[in-house]
């Protein structure tokens, strides 16, 4: 009987200890969140669409690649990598659809951004705020952000997975039309304009704003060509209540880390130079632009990316009224004659480089450096109001009132000392379409360089005919690889289409 007690008491201590040793290992690491642990309180919230905001500085984006997306490979620039690949996806030659640099970095990027939004989107409204207003302004900065990726979404690969909500591992979600993306884009930014201040305090610039939603929201509809619908959300931030906050700045400020968030600033991405580390999501990953590193001259950068010459001969057709070159070429592009037009050397060196090369000069830092590195400080602006001034005479002209649109293209011509389109062009008149035609050189002259181009060509219908790319092509001879219907869009990842029975790979790819 004592034995058995004795047996019976080893066997239960030995029970006890291997559920104790059990316990032990099942325990949860303390410094590790999980969602359960996680969207509780107001600062959860706010973290949370920070996290959004924190991937602006993430490879595939708006820190490095997607300028090789939208600017070289658009007819204002090209690529003369010595990396081939790399310079293959500007030239429309695309063999590998799993290509990190040109393709698959961006689009995870994407949806990752995406995934950080319906993250926000689906546990914040179940916190408890103080204050409700502050919790719809998170909700509304979260739908911005999502109608925002989804807006380059459409621009780059148009057919893409539609996701609203948190995906686990194993969703495989549907793949959407072009259209499908676009109401998703609309609908949120709709919902957005709703939540968003007008402004917000100095502490918190950058933030997506009221504007700023107006104003993406009226790029998608262009891209849709809803003039009407534009116009509405251009309302506000021209002849509106929003046009208090916009103006017309000095053009180099816009350019620059000096004066940034000012008045002519719609949307801007913050960038930093505190952090000169890899890029990450950890609190001192970097948080600065790459673009001016990969852009630079020869042996100030990487100098994979360029632009092309035409862009200079287009700033000297026109003399401004004092009969001087456009002032904004100053700015927007290092080329040969910099130095005798202007008296400006490149990063503090006269012209070295081939006679008939240019470089994207925006957003450089040669004002007070003579190299360039991976932690640029100058903050991208994203949107600005000369944007915003002539698409919304694109928008009127659209509409049959081009008698009304050109106050708006004058706006911008007088900051830079050119004389009044009528003056300039008469035979113009309210010609619809030799108004168009004029309207695309004054968006090159204003926002080369600035990622608009790609989605401009676009939504002109440039890239739907033959006939329109062979007139492309004249500027740009990397468009002789351009495949009407199949190169207007890029190929969705072979790994994603592999991994989704859902999806199908873009058309003729």
């Not at 103080?130 to 459409?154: G, P, S, T, V, W």
């Not at 950058?206 to 116009?231: D, N």
């Not at 950068?301 to 070159?325: C, M, N, P």
């Not at 739907?464 to 190169?487: I, L």
Request: glycine residues 6%.
């Amino acid at each position: 009987m004592k034995k058995n007690i004795i047996r019976l008491t080893f066997l239960v201590i030995l029970t006890v200890a291997s559920s104790c040793k059990k316990s032990l290992l099942d325990q949860s690491n303390p410094n590790t969140f999980t969602t359960n642990d996680f969207w509780i309180t107001e600062n959860d919230a706010q973290k949370g669409v920070n996290a959004i905001y924190h991937m602006f500085y993430q490879n595939g984006g708006f820190n490095r690649w997607i300028y090789f997306r939208l600017d070289l490979t658009s007819d204002e620039g090209f690529s003369k990598s010595p990396w081939i690949e790399l310079g293959d996806w500007t030239r429309f030659q695309y063999v590998n659809y799993n290509f990190w640099e040109g393709n698959v970095n961006s689009f995870r990027d994407v949806y990752k951004a995406i995934f950080r939004c319906n993250q926000v989107l689906e546990n914040v409204p179940k916190i408890t705020f103080a204050d409700e207003a502050k919790k719809n302004e998170l909700l509304a900065q979260a739908k911005f952000l999502r109608a925002f990726y989804y807006y380059y979404a459409a621009i780059l690969w148009e057919n893409v997975p539609l996701v609203t909500t948190v995906q686990t591992p194993t969703d495989l979600p549907p793949q959407g039309t072009v259209d499908q993306v676009w109401a998703i884009v609309d609908g949120d930014l709709n919902d957005a304009i709703n939540g968003l201040p007008e402004q917000y305090p100095d502490a918190e610039k950058g933030r997506a704003t009221k504007g700023a939603a107006y104003a993406l929201l009226a790029k998608a509809l262009m891209q849709q060509h809803k003039w009407a619908e534009t116009k509405t959300a251009l309302d506000w931030l021209v002849t509106g209540a929003g046009r208090q906050y916009y103006d017309l700045v000095n053009f180099v400020d816009n350019f620059r880390a000096d004066n940034e968030n000012n008045k002519e600033s719609v949307f801007e991405i913050q960038f930093s130079d505190a952090n000169k580390t890899a890029e990450g999501d950890g609190p001192s990953s970097n948080m600065g632009s790459n673009r001016p590193q990969f852009f630079a001259p020869r042996s100030i950068g990487w100098s994979d990316g360029q632009a092309r010459y035409w862009l200079v001969d287009e700033f000297k057709k026109e003399k401004t009224v004092s009969g001087g070159i456009d002032p904004r070429l100053r700015y927007s592009l290092f080329y040969p004659a910099l130095e005798a037009d202007f008296g400006d050397k490149i990063y503090g060196r006269s012209w070295e480089w081939g006679a008939d090369e240019a470089w994207f000069k925006k957003y450089s830092r040669d004002y007070y450096r003579t190299n360039e590195d991976y932690f640029s400080q100058v903050n991208n602006r994203v949107i600005r109001y000369a944007d915003v001034l002539l698409m919304y005479a694109e928008c009127l002209n659209e509409l049959g009132q081009t008698a009304d649109a050109y106050q708006y293209v004058n706006r911008v011509r007088e900051r830079s000392n050119m004389a009044p389109l009528a003056t300039a062009y008469p035979a113009i008149g309210n010609n619809k379409d030799a108004f168009r035609n004029r309207l695309k050189e004054e968006r090159v002259l204003e926002l080369c360089g600035e990622s608009v181009r790609w989605a401009d060509l676009k939504r002109w219908g440039d890239l739907d005919t033959q006939a329109g790319v062979n007139a492309v092509a004249q500027r740009d001879p990397d468009f002789n690889n351009f495949v009407v219907g199949k190169s207007i869009r890029l190929p969705l990842p072979q790994t994603e289409v592999l991994n989704n029975p859902n999806l199908h790979q873009n058309p003729n790819y």
